[in-house]
């Protein structure tokens, strides 16, 4: 009753055009969903985003639901995740690849899913941390646990989109370390991020990971810089 009233002085629009949505749509319309860039990466073992990290980290798997591209439908939905505390669009992206990651073998194994965490003065700043409810999801249907308490932030740095890659790579450095007990130990974890860009930060965060004996890593975002 109390949505339907909301619905009625603040009709919900489209992240991606700006239309008023349908009483069917979420999020997005029909048509901007059909034009979102899906990155089809769950159906190839040696994709872009395992590319990535070639050399640098031993994953199980890495995978990006969307392209992310400037001025983009994708674009908008991660600025009103991560700037305006649209949480349900990390829900919405969770949702829309979960019968996808059902069918990676690499997956079946996952012990828990960790989220790659803010910095506390940005957690206090912000409110939450954007790939929370993303990650929440995930979790949830892959029956599996949600722990953010592993994986900490230690440094606080500004934000990277704008360095290149040698300074991203600088300025991420030790900026994470792990907390874990024994029964951790020889766990595989699900890393989830937000957009995927040079990896620095990605890995940054499996090198504090892999100080817990006998890890094993898989990374999942929600979009990847094309």
């Given at each position: 009753?109390?949505?339907?009233?909301?619905?009625?002085?603040?009709?919900?629009?489209?992240?991606?055009?700006?239309?008023?949505?349908?009483?069917?749509?979420?999020?997005?319309?029909?048509?901007?969903?059909?034009?979102?860039?899906?990155?089809?990466?769950?159906?190839?073992?040696?994709?872009?985003?395992?590319?990535?990290?070639?050399?640098?980290?031993?994953?199980?798997?890495?995978?990006?639901?969307?392209?992310?591209?400037?001025?983009?439908?994708?674009?908008?939905?991660?600025?009103?995740?991560?700037?305006?505390?649209?949480?349900?669009?990390?829900?919405?992206?969770?949702?829309?690849?979960?019968?996808?990651?059902?069918?990676?073998?690499?997956?079946?194994?996952?012990?828990?899913?960790?989220?790659?965490?803010?910095?506390?003065?940005?957690?206090?700043?912000?409110?939450?941390?954007?790939?929370?409810?993303?990650?929440?999801?995930?979790?949830?249907?892959?029956?599996?646990?949600?722990?953010?308490?592993?994986?900490?932030?230690?440094?606080?740095?500004?934000?990277?989109?704008?360095?290149?890659?040698?300074?991203?790579?600088?300025?991420?450095?030790?900026?994470?370390?792990?907390?874990?007990?024994?029964?951790?130990?020889?766990?595989?974890?699900?890393?989830?991020?937000?957009?995927?860009?040079?990896?620095?930060?990605?890995?940054?965060?499996?090198?504090?990971?892999?100080?817990?004996p006998g890890v094993k890593i898989s990374i999942i975002t929600m979009a990847m810089a094309q």
């Open positions: 009753m109390l949505k339907s009233l909301l619905n009625l002085f603040f009709p919900p629009i489209c992240t991606g055009c700006k239309n008023l949505l349908l009483p069917n749509e979420e999020i997005i319309c029909t048509i901007c969903r059909h034009e979102i860039p899906v990155t089809q990466h769950h159906s190839m073992e040696d994709n872009e985003a395992m590319g990535k990290f070639y050399g640098r980290i031993d994953l199980q798997h890495a995978s990006a639901v969307f392209y992310f591209h400037k001025k983009g439908i994708v674009q908008e939905l991660i600025h009103n995740l991560k700037y305006r505390g649209d949480q349900e669009i990390g829900t919405f992206i969770g949702e829309w690849y979960l019968s996808d990651l059902k069918k990676i073998p690499a997956l079946f194994t996952i012990d828990a899913v960790i989220p790659v965490p803010i910095h506390p003065k940005k957690l206090r700043s912000r409110g939450y941390n954007q790939v929370t409810t993303f990650g929440q999801t995930i979790a949830n249907g892959l029956n599996t646990k949600y722990i953010d308490t592993i994986l900490i932030r230690t440094k606080y740095t500004q934000t990277q989109s704008k360095k290149n890659l040698l300074a991203r790579s600088e300025g991420i450095q030790n900026a994470f370390d792990v907390v874990y007990s024994e029964d951790q130990h020889h766990k595989h974890f699900l890393l989830v991020d937000d957009v995927l860009t040079t990896g620095a930060t990605l890995e940054a965060c499996c090198i504090a990971l892999q100080k817990i």
